[in-house]
């Protein structure tokens, strides 16, 4: 009897193991293609980015430490969006950074990658958004330095 609950013990811990934290719908993004993707934006309507952090040149690739990553980066229409502030400078959302590494918002993912960052810039007008599987490619400390600065790509001189 002892090794029988002995192994159900082990048997529960190693698929525990193996579960990971779903993220809600509005705290996943998606970066399948020029056409398939998904991005984060605040929640309530007309909201400055940086106070809701608690379709352009998509790219694959090899980061610096030669691990995938998923790009898309370009130019947005912010008046036809309610949920942003046309004149907000923007801010970061991101799957590693924030209080405990653990993103803003807290808990969002990019499916089929470890980890993202998005820049959402309304009076740039850009977005960029990079899904990696390497913390390196996606980082989450140049929040200031604008979509070019963090993400570079094609921004089809948004503005």
């Known amino acids: 009897m002892h090794s029988f609950s002995t192994l159900i013990f082990t048997a529960a811990a190693i698929?525990?193991?193996?579960?990971?934290?779903?993220?809600?719908?509005?705290?996943?993004?998606?970066?399948?293609?020029?056409?398939?993707?998904?991005?984060i934006v605040p929640r309530d309507p007309h909201t400055n980015v940086g106070d809701s952090e608690h379709l352009g040149a998509y790219i694959t690739g090899q980061g610096a430490n030669g691990q995938r990553y998923a790009q898309l980066?370009?130019?947005?229409?912010?008046?036809?969006?309610?949920?942003?502030?046309?004149?907000?400078?923007?801010?970061?959302?991101d799957s590693s950074g924030g209080a405990g590494g653990q993103g803003n918002p807290e808990g969002s993912v990019c499916v089929g990658y470890n980890h993202y960052v998005e820049l959402l810039e309304p009076a740039g007008p850009r977005l960029c958004i990079r899904c990696c599987d390497d913390p390196e490619d996606c980082p989450t400390n140049k929040d200031t330095d604008g979509c070019p600065g963090v993400i570079p790509g094609n921004y089809f001189n948004c503005g």
């Open 15 to 39: 698929l525990s193991s193996k579960l990971i934290a779903a993220a809600s719908p509005d705290n996943t993004v998606v970066v399948d293609g020029p056409d398939k993707y998904c991005v």
């Open 73 to 93: 980066t370009g130019c947005i229409r912010p008046e036809t969006l309610d949920r942003i502030n046309p004149s907000d400078a923007g801010g970061q959302y």
